[in-house]
Every structure is written in C-alpha cells, then in structure tokens.
C-alpha cells in the first residue's frame, strides 16, 4: 500500500490557511487548505478523500476545535486520519493557544517568533516560556498525546506571533516550522 505522507497542523482559522499556504508554496509541498476553519469544517473521511486527491506528498492539513474544551471535531477528525493505515504521519506542528485547562503536548523542539530553535516552550504570541517544560499548551493538540507522530514542533500562532510570522514577510517562524519536520523526515536531521 503506498501511504499518503501528512504533516498535521493544530490550528485552522484563515490566518494560520495564509500562513501555511505561503510556506507551502516556498517548500514544494501540498497544503490542503479546504480543511480550514474554526472548527474544522470536514470530518476524518472526508479530509482522507482530500489528502489522497492531493498531486503529491507531503500534504498539510489542518485541524481546529475552535476553543472546544472537550474533544472537539478537530480532535476527532485528527485522531481518524493520523490512525489510518493508509496515511504516514511525518510530523505535526502544535499551535500554542492560550488555553488554561490545557494538559498540553510535549514536543521535541520549539520555535520562538524571532525563528529560533528553543528547548523551552512558547505561547501563543511565540515568547519563550521560561518556567515550563518543553510542552504547548493548546485546545486541538492533546489528542497529539495518543498518536506515535515522530516528530512535534511546538510553534505560537501560526502567522501572527507579534507580527514576527506574518504572510508579507514569508511567514517565516510557520516555514521554519515546516522545514525542521522535512529535514527530520528527508535526511533525520536533528
């Protein structure tokens, strides 16, 4: 069976789309960005036709629960398409959000809004999060904690971060992101 390669991002409003659509373009890769929206707008068979429709490999997709504090649509669908045997999670970015019940994620590397590579955590403006433990905290990205994904970045709100990540400048921190989880999957880059 030849599986469809996806990186996972847990955030889908239309800045995050922008943001994603414009690294995409820069990198070469697919960014599905009917799965948009806040919450996602598709459920996990429908996403699944969307990757699989897709030109070639890797595929972004979206997933947003809009805030939801229980499993959400954008949990559900994210849980259905990574744990499909005809789809290989490369990796995923966790959007940090300002979410005080959150348990979080940990993640392997994060990066702040001025685009460096950290071994702390960040928040949702991408400040560095001195006093926690490599870990985003989010509302979509818990369900990450069930899921054998290879390899998390931690990231704060794709396109905004203070305006350090915004699409006129080449959404760079949201690139970056992108680029660690290719570099990982292409050559296992650390």
Not at 39 to 48: A, R, Y
Not at 77 to 102: E, H, M, Q, W
Not at 131 to 145: A, C, K
Not at 179 to 187: A, T, W
Request: glycine letters at 10%; a negative charge.
């Amino acid at each position: 069976m030849n599986k469809r390669k996806i990186i996972i991002v847990t955030d889908g409003d239309q800045i995050a789309r922008q943001a994603l659509e414009k690294a995409a373009e820069q990198l070469g890769v697919r960014c599905i960005s009917l799965s948009v929206g806040n919450p996602s707008p598709f459920g996990g068979p429908e996403l699944v036709d969307l990757v699989k429709q897709a030109a070639y490999d890797p595929v972004i997709v979206m997933f947003d629960d809009c805030g939801d504090e229980k499993e959400g649509i954008g949990e559900q669908s994210l849980k259905y398409v990574a744990t499909r045997p005809d789809i290989d999670v490369i990796g995923a970015i966790a959007v940090a959000f300002n979410c005080k019940k959150s348990k979080g994620t940990p993640v392997h590397v994060a990066i702040d809004r001025n685009g460096q590579i950290i071994s702390s955590s960040v928040d949702k403006s991408g400040q560095i999060v001195y006093d926690q433990p490599l870990r985003i905290l989010g509302d979509t990205l818990e369900v990450l904690n069930e899921l054998p994904i290879p390899f998390v970045v931690g990231i704060g709100d794709l396109g905004k971060m203070q305006h350090q990540d915004e699409v006129k400048i080449g959404a760079p921190v949201t690139t970056k992101a992108l680029q660690l989880i290719l570099c990982k999957f292409q050559h296992g880059c650390q």
